[in-house]
């Protein structure tokens, strides 16, 4: 039997009061919408213990319940919660267990290209400009030591930079 919204609303208001026929029909009711409800979400094999989280979480929830209002929405926002608390636990397993070698490492080719592909673009930038941007943005350095390594103010670093990148990505777009 599936019940319908008024059936599991009465079974639930019921088992509130300490009908214990009453909780076992409702258990096993929301049991199976949940079964129907994770079917979709989460592979066969992890659907079992899902409901049986959302039960306990029924149970343990149950004197928040509010009889006047629909049971299904109320079961559905606990199922909805519990589900989005095992992906997150699914997920952080799983980045978990990459291994530091499993990352993916830039070939020395693929650096070698993409410097190549910077040192055309310079080419297109005022000195200054291509100076500012590679100390700041390529080697990381702060405005402070590109402006005492360039001989520029700490503003102009920052002007270049701006003006540079702006002109790279006019350059850029134009070449798409």
């Given amino acids: 039997m599936i019940a319908d919204e008024a059936t599991l609303s009465r079974l639930m208001a019921k088992a509130q009061q300490g009908d214990?026929?009453?909780?076992n029909v409702l258990l096993s009711e929301a049991g199976m919408w949940l079964e129907r409800y994770f079917r979709r979400r989460v592979p066969p094999h992890q659907q079992d213990d899902l409901v049986?989280?959302?039960?306990?979480?029924?149970?343990?929830k149950r004197a928040t319940y509010d009889p006047t209002r629909p049971f299904l929405p109320w079961l559905a926002a606990?199922?909805?919660?519990?589900?989005?608390?095992?992906?997150?636990?699914?997920y952080r397993n799983?980045?978990?267990?990459?291994?530091?070698?499993?990352?993916?490492?830039d070939s020395e080719e693929d650096v070698i290209t993409a410097r190549v592909s910077l040192e055309r673009l310079f080419i297109h930038l005022p000195e200054g400009q291509a100076e500012a941007i590679e100390l700041v943005?390529?080697?990381?350095?702060?405005?402070?030591?590109?402006?005492?390594?360039?001989?520029?103010?700490?503003?102009?670093?920052?002007?270049?930079i701006h003006r540079g990148l702006k002109k790279l990505a006019a350059?850029?777009?134009k070449a798409e």
């Fill in 20 to 23: 214990r026929p009453a909780y």
């Fill in 52 to 60: 049986q989280d959302v039960l306990m979480a029924l149970h343990a």
């Fill in 78 to 90: 606990i199922a909805r919660y519990r589900w989005v608390d095992h992906l997150r636990k699914v």
């Fill in 94 to 105: 799983e980045t978990d267990l990459l291994e530091e070698g499993d990352a993916v490492e």
């Fill in 137 to 160: 943005k390529i080697e990381g350095h702060s405005i402070s030591e590109a402006a005492q390594k360039t001989g520029q103010s700490e503003s102009l670093v920052k002007v270049n």
């Fill in 171 to 173: 350059l850029v777009e």
